[in-house]
C-alpha cells in the first residue's frame, strides 16, 4: 500500500534562518506532488506541485521553493524565514492524469512557527 | 475557472444531531467531487468522493450525493457524534492535476 512520509512534525525556527521540509511516498511510482500551506484559519493554499522530477509548478510567488530531486521526494525550502511564513504546512499526492478523478492523499502535515 | 463555495460556519451541534454542510461548485467540464476531514493537529483525510452525476458517496456514516442539476455536494450524517468535530472540506477535480478546495466548515459537536 502506498504511504506517505512528511517531516518533521514541528518546527520552530528564527527569522531569517534556513528551511528544509522533507516529503516522501512509498508503494507508488511517479505520483504528482503538492505542498500546501495553511495558515491560522482553515483555508489551504497550494504553494507548489509536480508532476514528474524536476519539474514543479508554483501557484504563489514568495519567499520558498520547492524541489524534486527524486521520483517520490519532495522538499519545501526557504534560505530566509520570515514571519509570515508560519503556518501549517502539508504534502500530498495522487496519481493518474490531469484528467484523472483520483484524489490526493495527504501527509500529517508540519507545524513551522517563525519567531 | 472551477471554485467551490461551503458554508464557512463554524457549525455547533449537540450529540446525536442531524448534520449538514452546504457544498456548491462551479467547474468547465465533468468533475469529481471529494469531502476531506481534518481534525485537529492533522493533516486532511479523505472521507467519501463521486466521480459521476447521481453518485452518493458514503463513509463513517456520512454521505454526499454528486447533483448535477443544483452543481452541489452536501455533506449529510444522521446523528453527529463528539469525535465528529474537525473541520470539513468540500474540493472538486477536473480536467486539472489540482484539486480546487472549499474554505472549510469547522464542526464542534457539545455532548
Known amino acids: 500500500s502506498q504511504t506517505i512520509h512528511q517531516w518533521p512534525a514541528t518546527l520552530v525556527q528564527p527569522v531569517g534562518s534556513p528551511l528544509s521540509l522533507e516529503c516522501t511516498v512509498e508503494?507508488?511510482?511517479?505520483?504528482?506532488l503538492y505542498w500546501y500551506r495553511q495558515a491560522a484559519g482553515r483555508g489551504l493554499q497550494l504553494l507548489f506541485y509536480?508532476?514528474?522530477?524536476?519539474?514543479i509548478s508554483s501557484e504563489v510567488p514568495q519567499n520558498l521553493s520547492a524541489s524534486r530531486p527524486q521520483d517520490r521526494q519532495f522538499i519545501l525550502s526557504s534560505k530566509k524565514l520570515l514571519l509570515s511564513d508560519s503556518g501549517f504546512y502539508l504534502c500530498?499526492?495522487?496519481?493518474?492524469?490531469?484528467?484523472?478523478?483520483?484524489?490526493?492523499?495527504f501527509g500529517s502535515g508540519t507545524r513551522l512557527t517563525v519567531v | 475557472g472551477n471554485s467551490v463555495t461551503q458554508m464557512e460556519g463554524p457549525v455547533t451541534l449537540s450529540e446525536e444531531a442531524f448534520l449538514t454542510i452546504n457544498c456548491t461548485y462551479t467547474a468547465t467540464g465533468y468533475p469529481s467531487l471529494f469531502w476531506y476531514v481534518q481534525y485537529p493537529g492533522e493533516g486532511l483525510q479523505l472521507l467519501l468522493k463521486a466521480t459521476k452525476a447521481d453518485d452518493k458517496g458514503s463513509n463513517k456514516g456520512f454521505e454526499a450525493t454528486y447533483r448535477k442539476e443544483t452543481t452541489s455536494f452536501h455533506l449529510e450524517k444522521g446523528s453527529v457524534q463528539v469525535s465528529d468535530s474537525a473541520v470539513y472540506f468540500c474540493a472538486l477535480r477536473a480536467g486539472s492535476y489540482q484539486l480546487t478546495f472549499g474554505k472549510g466548515t469547522k464542526l464542534s459537536v457539545i455532548p
Open positions: 508503494g507508488t511510482s511517479n505520483p504528482n
Open positions: 500530498a499526492w495522487s496519481a493518474g492524469t490531469a484528467s484523472s478523478n483520483y484524489g490526493y492523499t
Open positions: 509536480s508532476v514528474g522530477i524536476g519539474q
